[in-house]
């Protein structure tokens, strides 16, 4: 049967792939910096005698298998690490300073060269082509929207793409995700309360933006609590303020910062406009003016094209059990794999990498975040699966 075989030529290159996976992990780079991490992955394809096009996006590379034109489907994975110190006892750790792999982008990455050496090794029998996306700047950074702007899903056109994630909620040797919508669009806010500064002892010749301020972040709760149907979820989180520096003087202006979440994209966008409504008329109702910014690059959410997810979930059923394919919560957590799946009928699946008996319980971006490393053959056989599925398909 092929899924098995697929999964058993995983399992043989499981060294190879955790040796990789360590490489990565020892080095991480933050966003655009990727440039060690992509070198690894075009000596890898170059060694596997994949050619591919680097440089896309700063560090981005899209490997390409099979023969060449349609059908075309793509396999995506992320490179860039996160500005934790790593606090996890094992033996491959961070040897840079600040920088850590706390998402796992290391095990997708080398997960994904895995799935590259397994199709090598079949790529007579693939009737079409498949992209291999490495992917910059997850993190924040939209590599994804800038790989795609690029026009990494063209020429030739890819019809459908596949991602997973590590997901430490889930055991090892389980897969989950959902129909539709799985993540959610997330964005960064910015408000400046601008006052009159002074005294205070004497706030009547000041105009207060720090009680103007809690004013806005207690009414910004209730865009959420009262406009938002409750049937649907949306997050709104002032994560940050800053303001003032002495006992006794009123600033002349106090900084929030903080996160939109919603799980479509016309509720983050009314979300946004409420944000704006509600702190400048706040603000103006107290003498003062509030400036709202959207900064960074907003992410849409991330939907799963639903029939792809009938078609993951027997595959992963192949791998694993069916009893073992979850179908789980969406998740406000953002990812920008969307920009892809907004493009083509897409498909990002969780990864169970929760093992108890070697530590791996904690979140990602946790400074103690570990991965079950026995679970990452298994994400290589769904990414392999994935492609062999799609490039048996009569029509595309
Ligand atoms: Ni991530």
Same mark, same amino acid.
Request: glycine share 10%; with cysteine; aromatic share 6%.
């Given at each position: 049967?092929?899924?098995? !075989? ?36 075009? !000596? ?19 490997? *390409?298998?099979?023969? =060449? ?74 590599? =994804?929207?800038?790989? $795609? ?22 055991? *090892? ?21 601008? =006052? ?29 609590? /009262? ?37 479509? *994209? ?7 406009? /409420? ?35 009938? *078609? ?61 490393? !026995?679970?990452?053959?298994? =994400? ?11 490039? $048996?398909?009569?029509?595309?």
């Amino acid at each position: 049967m092929i899924w098995s !075989d697929l999964r058993r030529e995983a399992e043989a290159a499981k060294n190879w792939i955790l040796s990789l996976r360590r490489q990565l992990h020892k080095h991480p780079e933050l966003m655009y910096e990727e440039f060690r991490t992509s070198q690894l992955v075009q !000596d890898t394809l170059s060694e596997l005698q994949i050619p591919f096009e680097a440089g896309i996006a700063e560090t981005g590379v899209v490997g *390409t298998l099979g023969s =060449g034109d349609g059908p075309c489907i793509a396999l995506r994975a992320d490179m860039d690490a996160l500005p934790i110190q790593e606090a996890a006892d094992v033996e491959f750790r961070s040897e840079v300073d600040g920088k850590m792999h706390a998402c796992g982008h290391d095990c997708h990455t080398a997960m994904l060269l895995g799935a590259a050496k397994v199709l090598k090794q079949r790529e007579e029998s693939l009737k079409g082509t498949v992209k291999l996306i490495f992917q910059p700047a997850e993190e924040g950074g939209a590599g =994804g929207k800038r790989m $795609s702007d690029a026009g990494v899903l063209a020429n030739p056109n890819v019809s459908r793409i596949f991602g997973l994630h590590v997901w430490p909620m889930l055991p *090892t040797g389980t897969f989950g995700s959902r129909a539709g919508t799985f993540l959610a669009a997330a964005g960064e806010l910015d408000i400046t309360i601008h =006052g009159r500064g002074g005294h205070a002892a004497m706030p009547h010749q000041c105009i207060d933006p720090v009680v103007t301020a809690a004013k806005v972040i207690t009414e910004l709760q209730t865009i959420v609590s /009262r406009e938002l149907d409750p049937m649907n979820s949306a997050v709104i989180s002032i994560t940050s303020i800053h303001g003032g520096e002495a006992y006794n003087v009123i600033p002349e202006q106090v900084k929030l910062q903080g996160t939109i979440r919603a799980l479509d *994209t016309d509720t983050f966008q009314m979300l946004q406009k /409420r944000i704006e409504e509600t702190a400048t008329q706040i603000a103006a109702a107290a003498q003062c003016r509030a400036e709202v910014a959207f900064p960074g690059n907003a992410y849409p959410a991330t939907v799963n094209d639903d029939a792809l997810w009938e *078609t993951v979930q027997e595959l992963a059923g192949e791998l694993v059990g069916s009893d073992h394919v979850h179908e789980i919560p969406a998740l406000m957590g953002g990812e920008d794999f969307a920009f892809f799946a907004e493009q083509v009928p897409g498909c990002f699946v969780g990864l169970g990498i929760r093992n108890e008996d070697c530590g791996a319980t904690y979140s990602v971006h946790h400074p103690m975040f570990k991965v079950d490393e !026995d679970a990452l053959p298994l =994400g290589t056989a769904l990414h392999a699966c994935f492609a062999v599925h799609s490039l $048996s398909q009569p029509t595309e």
